[in-house]
T-cell receptor, first 116, second 114 residues
Framework: AQSVAQPEDQVNVAEGNPLTVKCTYSVSGNPYLFWYVQYPNRGLQFLLKYITGDNLVKGSYGFEAEFNKSQTSFHLKKPSALVSDSALYFCAVSRGGRSNDYKLSFGAGTTVTVRA | GAVVSQHPSWVICKSGTSVKIECRSLDFQATTMFWYRQFPKQSLMLMATSNEGSKATYEQGVEKDKFLINHASLTLSTLTVTSAHPEDSSFYIC??????????FGSGTRLTVV
């Protein structure tokens, strides 16, 4: 079985401050890890993914995430948060491999609020 | 990049009627499509996985006769909520993967059954 934990329901930061959204995972074999952002009544927008290679992954809108195999973590970070980053963030994991029909398992989501 | 179009974005229907939601991959061939349901402020719950030309695989607890999924072509999958009831009101999201790795999500459909 595979699972994702996002330990924080909410993260509140001031604009300009660093933003971190935590994620830990459990999966058999090598993980494929993803971060998505969701705005109200919208689908999920892809931010970044880790498949293989460099542990530090850079994605859209200035976000980055670091894959840590020993800690089974994939925390999302942004050095300087914007008010427009306020949204619901999901971490997801799937089993690594060549098949495209591996299911994605999502964390419960973390609501990020960036105050001006 | 890969784009998935989902329609309608919102729909209101009367209890007992059926509603069809379409999910199209616009610029790639979607070998596999996933359908999710999301309750307010909650995570996405996978309902079923469909591969083009074959029957969908439903997750445990999802009624296959209630939620009919068709994936007749490499660019189109449909979810039909049959005999809808107020408890079926939810946000439904599709996702598609193609021959190159990646999951692309539709914009979602807000279903309200009155």
């Amino acid at each position: 079985a595979q699972s994702v934990a996002q330990p924080e329901d909410q993260v509140n930061v001031a604009e300009g401050n660093p933003l971190t959204v935590k994620c830990t995972y459990s999966v058999s074999g090598n993980p494929y890890l993803f971060w998505y952002v969701q705005y109200p009544n919208r689908g999920l927008q892809f931010l970044l993914k880790y498949i293989t290679g460099d542990n530090l992954v850079k994605g859209s809108y200035g976000f980055e995430a670091e894959f840590n195999k020993s800690q089974t973590s994939f925390h999302l970070k942004k050095p300087s948060a914007l008010v427009s980053d306020s949204a619901l963030y999901f971490c997801a994991v799937s089993r690594g491999g060549r098949s495209n029909d591996y299911k994605l398992s999502f964390g419960a989501g973390t609501t990020v609020t960036v105050r001006a | 990049g890969a784009v998935v179009s989902q329609h309608p974005s919102w729909v209101i229907c009367k209890s007992g009627t059926s509603v069809k939601i379409e999910c199209r991959s616009l610029d790639f061939q979607a070998t596999t499509m996933f359908w999710y349901r999301q309750f307010p402020k909650q995570s996405l719950m996978l309902m079923a996985t469909s591969n083009e030309g074959s029957k969908a695989t439903y997750e445990q607890g999802v009624e296959k006769d209630k939620f009919l999924i068709n994936h007749a072509s490499l660019t189109l999958s449909t979810l039909t909520v049959t005999s809808a009831h107020p408890e079926d009101s939810s946000f439904y999201i599709c996702s598609a993967t193609g021959f190159s790795y990646g999951y692309t999500f539709g914009s979602g459909t807000r279903l309200t059954v009155v």
